[in-house]
Structures are given as C-alpha cells and as structure tokens.
Nanobody
Framework: QVRLVESGGGLVQTGGSLTLSCVVSGRRIEAYSMAWFRQAPGQERERVAGISWSGTTINYADSVKDRFTISRDNTENTATLQMNSLKPEDTAIYYC?????????????????WGQGTQVTVSS
C-alpha cells in the first residue's frame, strides 16, 4: 500500500522560505506524476505545482509562479516543494499527491494517493 508523508511545514514571516518534503513508500514513484496541493480554511483544494514522472514537464499555479519550485528524486522516492517569498495568502495545509495520469491535472479526484498534509502559516 502506498503511503505519502509530508514534512517541513511551520510558521514563517512574510518573505520567508520553507521547504516541504514528501517521502513515498510502498511504490516506486518513477512511473507517476507528482503534485503539491493546498487547502485553506473554507476554500477548495488547489493544485500549486505538478511534475511529470521524468521531471521534464513542470507547471505551477499563477499565484505561486516564480516563487515556488517543485522537484523530485526518483532514486530517493521523494518530492520537494521549495517555497520562497511567502505571503500570508500562502497559509494553508499542503498536501503531496501521486497520479497515474501523465497529464498534470488540477482535479483532486484525478490524483490517486495523498499524504496527510503539513500546515504552513505565514504571518504578516
């Protein structure tokens, strides 16, 4: 059974940085797309970044473009989200997800496996 575990969340001031990590067990990730989603209270889950199995296709939500960087290490079975220039509106629970689809969709139901999430709070 596949298991995704996120870490690296926390409290940071506006303009600060955090690095989120996702460790996957129970399945090799090299055949799967990976993504980071976030969900703020009262809001829908939003995909902020996605990366194809090979790492050659990467895309970001407009709200995080040029500030966040997604990467993956298929050897270590991990995915990472580097977050810079954080803003209060980035405050949310961040989730790592894995998908069978090559297309990096925004639809949460297209992503088959999820972690439990890690809280990111950005103070103003």
């Amino acid at each position: 059974q596949v298991r995704l575990v996120e870490s690296g969340g926390g409290l940071v001031q506006t303009g600060g940085s955090l690095t989120l990590s996702c460790v996957v067990s129970g399945r090799r990730i090299e055949a799967y797309s990976m993504a980071w989603f976030r969900q703020a209270p009262g809001q829908e889950r939003e995909r902020v970044a996605g990366i194809s199995w090979s790492g050659t296709t990467i895309n970001y939500a407009d709200s995080v473009k040029d500030r966040f960087t997604i990467s993956r290490d298929n050897t270590e079975n991990t995915a990472t989200l580097q977050m810079n220039s954080l803003k209060p509106e980035d405050t949310a629970i961040y989730y790592c997800a894995l998908s069978d689809y090559a297309l990096l969709t925004d639809t949460p139901s297209d992503w088959r496996s999820w972690g439990q999430g890690t809280q990111v709070t950005v103070s103003s």
